[in-house]
């Protein structure tokens, strides 16, 4: 199991990336949360099999079809299991 902490730039906002952000890690099976935040990143942390996770990090690179991701920055972390789901928080 993995957790990883991502903030990522570039145009984010504004284009879905949020929910694109949520359609793949459910569909991946990860759990965590997704947030925009004000100098216009995104941040977001997943938890779930090393293998989904590294294919949630690749798919983050590319972002929805709106979206320029000019740079994902990445933290691994321990894995808590703390989450149920994967959402969008404020």
Same mark, same amino acid.
Request: aromatic share 8%; with cysteine.
């Given at each position: ?9 570039? /145009?984010? *906002?504004? @284009?879905?990336? /949020? ?5 793949? #890690? =459910?569909? $991946?099976? %990860?759990?965590?949360?997704? /947030? ?9 942390? #997943?938890?779930? *099999? ?6 949630? %990090?690749?798919? $983050?690179?590319?972002?929805? @079809?709106?979206? /320029? ?15 149920? =789901?994967?959402? +969008? +928080?404020?």
């Amino acid at each position: 199991m993995m957790r990883i902490h991502c903030f990522v730039s570039g /145009r984010v *906002q504004g @284009v879905s990336f /949020r929910s694109f952000t949520v359609k793949i #890690a =459910e569909k $991946l099976g %990860l759990t965590g949360w997704v /947030r925009n935040l004000p100098d216009e990143r995104v941040e977001s942390v #997943a938890e779930g *099999q090393k293998n989904n996770v590294e294919k949630f %990090l690749n798919l $983050l690179n590319k972002g929805p @079809v709106l979206s /320029r991701v000019d740079k994902v920055k990445v933290k691994k972390e321990k894995y808590t299991g703390n989450f149920s =789901e994967f959402k +969008i +928080i404020h």
